[in-house]
Nanobody
């Protein structure tokens, strides 16, 4: 079993910053991609950013230039630095890990609230 533990969410004013962390533990095969998704109230879960084992990143258009994803392979941890936050960034942020067998693992989610 793989467990993902997220941290770093909270309440911040518009224009502020937060840094999310997600640490994977348990029986882990080699990790391929790691990423962050979010879900706003009444909306579907959407991709925020992903990073491959080779360091290739991908971002949603809405966060490009404001968010930065990174990973520490030694710690099986992925980070999301969020700057210039907007009220529309509010939602529950979920970490996802994909191992080399293409199995997906999800974290429990962490709330991010941006006040105007």
């Amino acid at each position: 079993q793989v467990q993902l533990v997220e941290s770093g969410g909270g309440l911040v004013q518009a224009g502020g910053s937060l840094r999310l962390s997600c640490a994977a533990s348990g029986t882990i095969y080699s990790i391929n991609a790691m990423g962050w998704y979010r879900q706003a109230p009444g909306k579907q879960r959407e991709l925020v950013a992903t990073v491959t084992s080779g360091g290739r990143t991908n971002y949603a258009d809405s966060v490009k230039g404001r968010f930065s994803i990174s990973r520490d392979n030694n710690k099986n941890t992925v980070y999301l630095q969020m700057d210039s936050l907007k009220p529309e960034d509010t939602g529950v942020y979920y970490c996802k890990v994909v191992d080399v067998r293409a199995l997906n693992y999800w974290g429990q989610g962490t709330q991010v609230t941006v006040s105007s």
